[in-house]
């Protein structure tokens, strides 16, 4: 029998998860394949460490393991287009099955306008991609539609049932660093496409959802959007009993809803959480069977929160101080009223100095604004931080 101090904390944080790990997130999976599968667009918004990169990997997977060609992307991870064009352009080699000079022949024909120079590397398994002198006089959209529509002829050179997608995480990005023009590119070019699958995903909520949501953006429209909400409390209930007490131990039904509320059920935080207080279990009890209570919950939170203090610290004292006392109403008030005559008296400036101040700090992502709602809530996008200032401050 394996012994407990061997097993393998069943709770993951921080990194994509993949095929079977995933709570819930059933019509998410579902829907990522079928825009895959049938050639449309998709668009999959929604906070920050909500699960969107493990939704895409998870249905990379799926599809991979039929006979589906998929590229995946983080728009994040390159600093410039040009870079993102050549990423894209080495995904599609290496997405590629057959012979290495055949596949390099047909990137090199179908890329023929940005002239890629293609490089293969034996160890690593990898194309790398570099453009030629011709390519870098063209502009950045100019660029981006080639590779899009280079990708559209590829797909339409594969045999016939075999799905091709595109996938681009952190999308928004593409949007800042390209400026508003490549917007109206991309559409003209990807409504064309029919061969090609694509999804989108991004987390600046607000951002997106003006570029899908404006009838005078040019992804008005354009294909399907889904809004990702936070995994249904009853799943991720079930999720977290079951994993606790199939490695031994106990767990109060109080426990696990106290955790969901401290970690504001986003999916990130709560594994955190879980994380910290099975290996606390594990190290420290000596109990015959050792039990999940809403205290020990408490107690893991305020080591978890004071480990990040340094941090939250060096967050806090970049605030003026209007704007601290605004993150304490929003603690204080669960993020709503705060536009209210007596949560704006109690911070002790005008409706438009607090309104200002929720505004900065949504903008840099200390909090966010939850559209999905009819009355603006603001929510902490680390919930931690709101943890944090609740202890700290001795709300
Ligand atoms: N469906 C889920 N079930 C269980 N845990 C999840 C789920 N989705 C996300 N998580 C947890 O949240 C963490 C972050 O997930 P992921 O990186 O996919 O989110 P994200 O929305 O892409 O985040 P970011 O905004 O930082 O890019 C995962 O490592 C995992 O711990
Ligand atoms: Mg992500």
């Known amino acids: 029998m394996i012994g407990f101090n061997d097993m393998r904390n069943p709770f993951q944080f921080g990194r994509e998860l993949g095929l079977g790990r995933l709570v819930d997130r059933k019509d998410e999976l579902g829907a990522v394949e079928r825009a895959i599968r049938d050639g449309n667009k998709l668009f999959l918004i929604g906070p920050r460490r909500y699960g969107k990169t493990s939704i895409l990997k998870t249905a990379t997977d799926r599809l991979r393991a039929g006979s589906a060609i998929v590229v995946r992307l983080d728009a994040e991870s390159f600093p410039s287009i040009d870079l993102l064009v050549a990423g894209i352009i080495s995904a599609a080699a ?18 023929s306008r940005l002239r890629p120079e293609l490089d293969y590397n034996v160890t690593a398994g990898e194309w790398s991609v570099k453009f030629g002198v011709e390519a870098s006089r063209l502009e950045n959209p100019v660029l981006l539609v080639d590779a899009l529509n280079g990708f559209e002829k590829l797909a339409k050179a594969q045999p016939d049932g075999v799905p091709i997608g595109l996938i681009i995480d952190e999308f928004q990005r593409i949007v800042e660093i390209g400026g508003r023009a490549i917007e109206g590119q991309i559409r003209a070019a990807i409504q064309t496409h029919s061969r090609v699958g694509y999804v989108f995903a991004g987390s600046k909520t607000r951002m997106l959802q003006d570029m899908l949501m ?11 959007n889904i809004f990702l909400g936070p995994v249904p409390r009853a799943d991720f209930s079930r999720f977290l009993k079951e994993k606790f007490v199939a490695t031994g131990l106990a767990v109060e039904d109080t426990a696990i809803s106290h955790l969901l509320d401290l970690a504001e059920d986003v999916p990130f935080n709560v594994q955190m959480l879980a994380h910290h207080c099975w290996t606390r279990l594990r190290d420290e009890s000596r109990a015959k069977l050792p039990t999940l209570t809403s205290s020990f919950v408490d107690e893991t ?31 204080a008030e669960k993020g709503k009223n705060l536009q209210s005559a007596r949560v704006v008296q109690s911070i002790g400036k005008g409706a438009g100095t607090v309104r200002q101040a ?16 009819k009355h603006a809530n603001f929510r902490f996008e680390d919930p931690f931080f709101a943890r944090w200032i609740e202890l700290t401050a001795g709300l």
């Open 94 to 111: 290496k997405a590629l099955k057959g012979e290495m000079k055949r596949v390099g022949e047909q990137i090199q024909r179908i890329f």
């Open 214 to 224: 404006e009838p005078t953006r040019p992804f008005y429209r354009l294909g399907t």
């Open 301 to 331: 939170l305020r080591i978890v929160v004071f480990q990040q203090d340094p941090f939250y610290t060096q967050l806090w004292v970049a605030l003026t101080a209007i704007q601290q006392r605004t993150l304490m109403s929003v603690v």
């Open 358 to 373: 929720l505004l900065s700090m949504t903008a840099s992502s200390i909090l966010r604004d939850d559209p999905s709602v």
